[in-house]
């Protein structure tokens, strides 16, 4: 059997995700109040793109949001 591969580079590089949040730090750097996060993801200009953003808090369903709220105390993403 003979294969040959048509088209396209081979996609070396992973995309880059970027987290921020906003949030009132208290005491010992813990929030205050909910936290508002939001991811984004971009690839390299020679890649073949971000298909999706998957999230989930603690132990949840993952889901393809960008955005998300935290709002139980040690919630983590």
């Known amino acids: 059997m003979n294969l040959k591969f048509m088209g396209g580079n081979d996609d070396v590089l992973p995309p880059v995700t970027t987290v921020t949040t906003d949030g009132v730090s208290g005491e010992d750097v813990w929030n205050a109040n909910d936290v508002n996060v939001k991811f984004t993801a971009d690839d390299d200009p020679t890649g073949t793109g971000v298909n999706r953003i998957e999230t989930r808090v603690d132990d ?12 139980a105390e040690r919630a983590q993403c």
């Open 60 to 71: 949840g369903d993952w889901t393809n949001k960008t955005e998300l709220t935290l709002t």
